[in-house]
């Protein structure tokens, strides 16, 4: 018998640690009467107080000859003694005097992890070495030994320290790690390894600091609010990481006090990351009170026991927690501290607590009391932002603040230190850690719907531990990805449980709901999705989750039972506690903890009912409410057949563009159809059949995106869908050249740049959103739009211009055909084959246009990148207009900042964007190569020859920087057609691509 098997028994059977020890004890050295096993044998009855001294005496006499049999027994011992109050103080005690080394509970359990005792030797887990781990231990014990001296209330201060540390230490993989079937020391992660700051999102206008003049603001994390204001009542939604900030807050306070080398202030204060890139941190988090006393009350806890109809005792509970920690003795010497020096009183789970006997206002009473009488102290209290602000839990005084969703730059971070401890943990490389980190990082990023899961603390944990758990991979399709988490969330919520008395001791293990009621997984799992189907159907908003009336939930459960002792006031007080695929939101009500659950299940419900044709007519009726049910159900459907998917297709979308019938509803139906084609869809084998539906959908989407049926973020999602589906607009036998390609330009004048006063308005205005710290970019902000005047009038002869800029598909197949080679990889940012290509120097745009001119030599044409003058006049005509379609900006006729789609668009989204001449794209989108180079005077106004007469310059390769043109999906003023830039003709960046110009061979 082993640990392993050892461990597995006591899981199964609760047994006690000290009779799993004595079992191991037994079988290996029962014939040895000077050993550990001795004394073990001898002690299984008494308390475990008693078996303290002797075992300390015992360890010593380790040899390295028990090698094996020692580190398995010592592993165990050191399990069980991890919960036994006697051993937690040893550990306080020793590292609250011993700076530089110390007792580690923070690992995967209580360690001896670097002692300092002549030469340093380090303890971890499986490398336990047998007499190396007789000569720390016998350190530790002599340390205690010697030191009899010392101030009492030092140590048994840092004995409560010690204590907190270890409780607020860990994050709980319970519920999230399909491998932790308990919470025992390998279901648990480092808190300090992983956590990641936390910011807020509200609060008054002092909560905001304005960021370089631009109308951005600063968000406050919660440590800084909690250091501004000494009374905090920290609000967010199920998940949001509220509880353990709470233990992150213990632990760094705690461990500074005891001189923990991975707790302390250093570690508190960490800066928030950055949102682009984690290594991008700025200054730390502000916190200038200390190491103050830290202490946390569970609410839930303190309801349970220590409140009664009448009244409510903190200090009264306090004390008790203190004396079942075997800490009686420092409760005065605690209540001294916060009377005089002050501490911080943690509040945790203010919602938890019961609404019945009056309990509510008794809270709030017990809070302003406290306050009242220590008022040295700081509070931070925490709730569900629904509970706190819809019912009657607000406490006078305390300042409120609601915890933001993580940011790309916290997810990132959090990633990153997830997959750096697991490494750790489990002794694998730091090269393997990276790579599944960029992994999972990549794979939320591409992912809007992954990417909206992940900036809930708890949904990211579950993600990381889902991708951990496969070995560094998240289902590629996210139906299947939103399926696994569904069923951990499900067996989270429906598993056993531990039930304490009114003093906090285990009595009983909660059966799982599906043995209380006796009666199967899938008859709950049916109900849990038609009760999603009715919640999603009856939501007044269409964000969010939508509330779930307790008595719905007790009553679709009480039908389903077997058991005759089930009971409505049962079922309610089973429920009350629970969390996973179900939490309680607030006094009798429930949510999904998160809208994309609500949606997976009730697209199981649909999927079950009359599919395609019930959820087919939801969706085409109410596209906004029932798009991603719809979306969800056609790919579970098609786990089960391809024909599933296109069935659903058929019955969004029966009839064509141009059917006389064809309204609203058929708009929406065919767009849908296509991004379920898009997502789910074999497009690799189509049958003829299928194919006729194919055809009518891309008419669809190619209408639909070229058209005014639907806003400008749906037209460029009609254009992804498009791309995947094949867009039929562009030659594949003709390197991807649009059927349309060159627009003819006539020869003639045209008014060029811009009037004086026209600039000077504009850098007027731009003026009042800069402050100094951007003073110099404001400068050259001024000189670039200062070159644009004087306004003046250019002759060119006719040449012919591209419809579209350069894609991404006839980018690819130059490269393929010419074996040309990019200095970095263009392909990133470049995703869909109908895009303008990105992530292109002007070298680059210059081969291609070299490369076609030779395809199309014998027709007699001439390709290169326009001039300046080329390119402004086919974009904005002969009467000087400021943008291709007139003189105001509008986001539905470009993709700029205000547009909101914040990446490339499918070339031709914006038909109504066009200029006089029909081009497309011309104002935002992407920033456009001109052939032109250029210099810059003193004041950085560009200087050409060809703004001024409309020449072409000679092209350079090397040298001066060159022109673009035509601002992109990331900016605003640049789309301005007379706006001017200019970079070195090797830069590339996500929305820098090119068009093409036509010049008659002869010119």
């Not at 530790?140 to 010690?162: C, E, H, I, T, W």
């Not at 279901?187 to 390894?193: C, M, T, V």
């Not at 990211?460 to 696994?484: K, M, Q, V």
């Amino acid at each position: 018998m082993n640990i392993t098997d050892l461990l597995a028994i006591r899981a199964a059977a609760g047994t006690d640690a000290r009779t799993a020890l004595k079992e191991l004890l037994r079988s290996r050295f029962e014939d040895n009467k000077n050993d550990i096993g001795k004394i073990a044998l001898e002690q299984h009855e008494a308390d475990p107080a008693t078996w303290k001294e002797p075992l300390k005496k015992s360890l010593g006499q380790i040899r390295a000859e028990h090698d094996e049999d020692i580190r398995n027994a010592l592993e165990l011992l050191v399990k069980s003694l991890e919960h036994t109050p006697e051993w937690k103080q040893i550990a306080a005690k020793y590292q609250a005097d011993v700076k530089d080394s110390h007792i580690g509970v923070l690992g995967d359990h209580a360690r001896v992890d670097e002692i300092h005792h002549g030469n340093r030797h380090s303890l971890h887990g499986k490398n336990i070495q047998g007499a190396n781990l007789a000569e720390q231990i016998n350190t530790v014990n002599q340390y205690f030994q010697n030191d009899k001296d010392d101030d009492p209330g030092k140590r048994m201060r840092a004995a409560y320290l010690s204590h907190l540390l270890c409780d607020a230490g860990f994050l709980s993989l319970e519920g999230v790690d399909p491998g932790a079937a308990s919470c025992d020391g390998d279901s648990r992660l480092n808190l300090g390894a992983v956590y990641t700051a936390l910011l807020t999102r509200n609060g008054d206008e002092q909560e905001y600091i304005a960021r370089m003049g631009m109308g951005q603001a600063r968000q406050l994390s919660a440590l800084e609010v909690v250091n501004r204001h000494p009374h905090v009542v920290l609000l967010g939604d199920p998940g949001s990481g509220k509880t353990t900030f709470v233990n992150f807050v213990c632990l760094c306070l705690a461990g500074e006090a005891l001189g923990h080398p991975e707790a302390s202030l250093g570690l508190l204060t960490r800066p928030v990351p950055e949102d682009k890139d984690e290594d991008d941190e700025k200054e730390p988090q502000p916190w200038d009170h200390g190491a103050l006393l830290p202490v946390r009350v569970i609410l839930r806890d303190f309801a349970a026991r220590g409140m009664s109809d009448q009244e409510a005792d903190l200090w009264g509970f306090i004390k008790g927690e203190l004396e079942k920690a075997e800490l009686a003795d420092f409760a005065p010497l605690m209540k001294q501290e916060l009377l005089e020096k002050g501490g911080l009183l943690l509040l945790d789970g203010l919602d938890e607590v019961p609404e019945a006997d009056n309990r509510r206002v008794l809270i709030r009473k017990v809070v302003e009391n406290f306050i009242g009488t220590f008022h040295q102290c700081r509070v931070l209290v925490t709730s569900r932002t629904y509970a706190y602000q819809q019912q009657d839990w607000r406490i006078p005084g305390l300042h409120e603040t609601i915890l933001a969703p993580f940011t790309g730059g916290q997810i990132r971070q959090f990633v990153t230190r997830w997959y750096e401890h697991v490494a750790e943990l489990k002794r694998s490389s730091p090269e393997d850690a990276q790579g599944k980190a960029e992994l999972l990082k990549r794979a939320i990023f591409a992912n809007d719907r992954i990417g909206e899961l992940a900036e809930r603390p708890l949904l990211l944990t579950l993600i990381a531990s889902l991708h951990s758990w496969r070995g560094g991979s998240l289902p590629e399709r996210r139906e299947e990805l939103y399926a696994d988490t569904a069923d951990l969330l499900l067996d989270w919520w429906e598993r056993p449980k531990i039930v304490r008395d009114a003093g906090g001791n285990p009595v009983m293990t909660q059966p799982s709901l599906m043995e209380w009621l006796k009666t199967d997984r899938a008859k709950i799992r049916r109900m849990l999705n038609e009760l999603a189907y009715n919640a999603h159907a009856g939501q007044p908003e269409l964000t969010g989750t939508a509330d779930i009336s307790e008595d719905d939930l007790v009553r679709g459960l009480w039908d389903l039972s077997n058991n005759p002792d089930v009971n409505p006031v049962k079922l309610m007080r089973y429920l009350s506690n629970r969390a996973g695929v179900l939490i309680p939101r607030g006094v009798k009500v429930y949510s999904f903890p998160h809208r994309t659950f609500q949606e997976y299940l009730a697209a199981c419900h649909l999927t079950d009912t009359d599919y395609p044709d019930h959820v087919a007519e939801l969706c085409r009726k109410e596209p906004n409410r029932w798009r991603e049910v719809c979306l969800l159900a056609g790919a579970k459907a098609a786990r089960g057949g391809e024909f599933a998917v296109w069935s659903l297709a058929d019955a969004l979308c029966h009839r064509e563009p141009d059917d006389p019938k064809a309204g609203a509803a058929d708009v929406w139906g065919a767009h849908i159809a296509g991004q379920a084609l898009a997502e789910t869809a074999d497009l690799d084998k189509i049958s003829p059949r299928n194919e006729k539906k194919l055809d009518r959908v891309r008419r669809w989407l190619l209408h639909l995106m070229e058209g005014d049926h639907l806003p400008a973020a749906e037209r460029a999602l009609a254009g992804n869908h498009l791309a995947v589906l094949g867009d039929p607009r562009f030659n594949p036998d003709l390197w991807y050249l649009p059927q349309r390609g060159f627009v003819k330009i006539p020869a003639g004048k045209f008014i060029m740049g811009t009037k004086e006063e026209d600039a000077e308005r504009l850098l007027a205005e731009l003026s009042k959103m800069v402050n100094e710290s951007n003073e110099s970019d404001f400068k050259i902000i001024t000189g670039l739009i200062k070159s644009e005047c004087p306004q003046h009038e250019v002759e060119l002869s006719e040449y012919a211009i591209s419809r579209y800029p350069v894609t991404v598909a006839q980018f690819r197949t130059f490269v393929q055909d010419s074996g040309y080679e990019p200095e970095e990889d263009w392909e990133k940012d470049n995703e869909y084959d109908n895009h303008p290509v990105v992530n292109i120097s002007w070298h680059d745009a210059i081969a291609y246009c070299k490369w076609l001119t030779e395809k199309l030599k014998d027709r007699g044409w001439k390709i290169q990148l326009p001039t300046e003058a080329q390119w402004e006049k086919a974009a904005r005509g002969t009467d000087a207009r400021i943008y291709p379609w007139g003189d105001e900006a509008d986001p539905e006729k470009a993709n700029y900042d205000d547009t909101g789609i914040g990446t490339t668009s499918a070339v031709g989204c914006f038909s109504r964007g066009a200029g006089i001449y029909g081009i497309q794209d011309m104002s935002g989108n992407v920033w456009e190569w001109c052939l032109d180079r250029c210099d810059l005077d003193e004041n950085y106004r560009i200087i050409t020859d060809t703004y001024k007469d409309g020449l072409t310059d000679p092209v350079c390769t090397t040298g001066s920087s060159r022109v673009f043109r035509g601002g992109s999906w990331g900016s605003n003023t640049g789309c301005r057609l007379t706006y001017r830039g200019y970079y070195s003709p090797g830069y590339r960046y996500g929305d820098y691509g090119f068009r093409l110009a036509l010049i008659p061979s002869q010119q």
